[in-house]
């Protein structure tokens, strides 16, 4: 799914902002994608495309952009199918 390093990064900046569980951010891969999917799949089409400009946000913040960022776009969107 996802970069290890990206989500080591970027999803703590995001946990109480859209209510992702404290732990997650710490977890190994598989258990992060898990949890992250069960949190995308309640949340709304408006709301998913908040917490999409967020992840942008965050990580362009931390120098991530481009082809890396939208790896990552992608598979956020595949989480939520």
Known sequence: MTNGGFWKT???AL???FSLDKKLA???LAD???GLKKV???MDGDEFNLFLAQVVIKASSKQIMGVDLTAQ???LKE???
């Open 10 to 12: 970027v999803l703590p």
């Open 15 to 17: 946990e109480e902002q």
């Open 32 to 34: 992060l994608e898990k």
């Open 26 to 28: 710490s977890s190994k």
């Open 73 to 75: 776009i992608v598979a």
């Open 79 to 81: 989480l939520r199918k």
């Open 40 to 42: 995308i799949k309640k």
